[in-house]
């Protein structure tokens, strides 16, 4: 079932032209990432959908006016289809992060077109850009960007507050994306108990709690250790491969680019290659092999630790089947 969030009579009809057309090409691309991606655990998309996901043309944007103005980007050109993983890649001060912020609908192009899901992203107006990024995109920072005196549980159901959901439902989807991270048993934890490659976990599960089909994340790793990497890197590994999520991610490192199936490099605000990534996949995340039943939350030893198998089971709830792996 559809559930409203609490808007007028404007807001429900935007939430009706925009959210639900989402929601519905949402299941349709799960469906066939399902169909596409039994025999070779995602790794590679034999049919690519007619719709790219993501379709931008001749995008340009300015910062500043007149003599001050400065061409971050000049004229990107990028196509980029449900299910991959995208790293984008180049110097310091290329348009990585411009890039990334008018994918994420964060900012706007100066001139261009950008589609999303076959919808022109320029035609929207602010709140239906909010509703966009809502119900479709997550985001992940260098910087964690998680509420400081705020426990895992609390900072994870911060984007469904949004959706009006009962804070029992809250809670249960809460847990259930920090079951998927391996945090099940750091729920009442806050940031200053917990470490960087933890932290940047719990953002993971706060950007995928809404079950968004893109995931963009900003130089993940910039602030991790090279095993904590390793370890972020796996994750992000297994959510695109078993949950479908489509993720697009800056870093400047060429390990990290390596877990990626397609390295988009940008030099001087363009796009200056873009290659596909051919290669096995990485040795998937150890996981829990079953989340905790949503009545069980009530505090952290409630649950069970971290660790354990990988997962075999069927996730519905997040609106996809995770594979066997
Ligand atoms: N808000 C802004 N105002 C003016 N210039 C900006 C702004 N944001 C970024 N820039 C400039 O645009 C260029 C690209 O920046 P950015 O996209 O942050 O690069 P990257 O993420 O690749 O390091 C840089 O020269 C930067 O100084
Ligand atoms: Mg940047």
Redesign the pocket.
């Known amino acids: 079932m559809v559930r409203l969030p609490s808007v007028d009579a404007v807001g429900c009809m935007k939430f009706y032209t925009i959210a639900v057309p989402f929601m519905l090409s949402s299941v349709s691309s799960f469906l066939f990432m399902q169909a596409s991606c039994k025999n070779n655990m995602g790794y590679a998309l034999d049919h690519k959908p007619a719709t790219p996901l993501i379709r931008l043309r001749n995008i340009t944007?300015t910062?500043?006016k007149g003599v001050a103005a400065?061409q971050?980007?000049r004229g990107i050109d990028l196509t980029i289809h449900q299910g991959e993983f995208v790293a984008i890649m180049?110097?310091?001060?290329?348009?990585?992060?411009?890039?990334?912020?008018l994918l994420g609908c964060l900012d706007t192009p100066t001139t261009g077109t950008y589609h999303y899901q076959g919808i022109s992203v320029g035609d929207l107006d602010g709140d239906q850009r909010a509703l966009l990024r809502r119900y479709a995109l997550g985001f992940v920072f260098q910087g964690f960007n998680l509420l400081a005196r705020t426990n895992s549980l609390e900072n994870v159901e911060l984007p469904l507050i949004y959706r009006g959901l009962s804070q029992k439902k809250r809670d249960s989807e809460a847990v259930r994306s920090l079951f998927s991270v391996g945090l099940a048993s750091k729920l009442r934890s806050t940031p200053s108990e917990l470490s960087g490659g933890q932290q940047q976990r719990v953002a993971i599960a706060r950007a995928i709690v809404t079950e968004p089909g893109t995931l963009f994340a900003?130089e993940p790793t910039g602030n991790l250790d090279s095993a904590t990497t390793r370890e972020i890197m796996a994750l992000l590994t297994r959510l695109n491969a078993e949950m479908g999520i489509t993720i697009l991610m800056?870093t400047h490192e060429d390990d990290v680019a390596a877990y990626a199936k397609r390295i988009v490099r940008?030099t001087d605000?363009l796009i200056a290659s873009d290659m596909s990534v051919k290669k096995e996949p990485p040795a998937p995340a150890v996981i829990q092999a079953k989340p905790p039943a949503p009545d069980s939350v009530k505090t952290a030893e409630d649950v069970p630790p971290s660790g354990g198998a990988p997962s075999t089971h069927s996730h519905s709830d997040f609106g996809v089947t995770l594979l066997k792996s």
């Open positions: 944007k910062y500043g400065f971050a980007l180049g110097h310091s001060g290329s348009g990585k992060s411009t890039l990334m912020n900003d800056v940008i605000g």
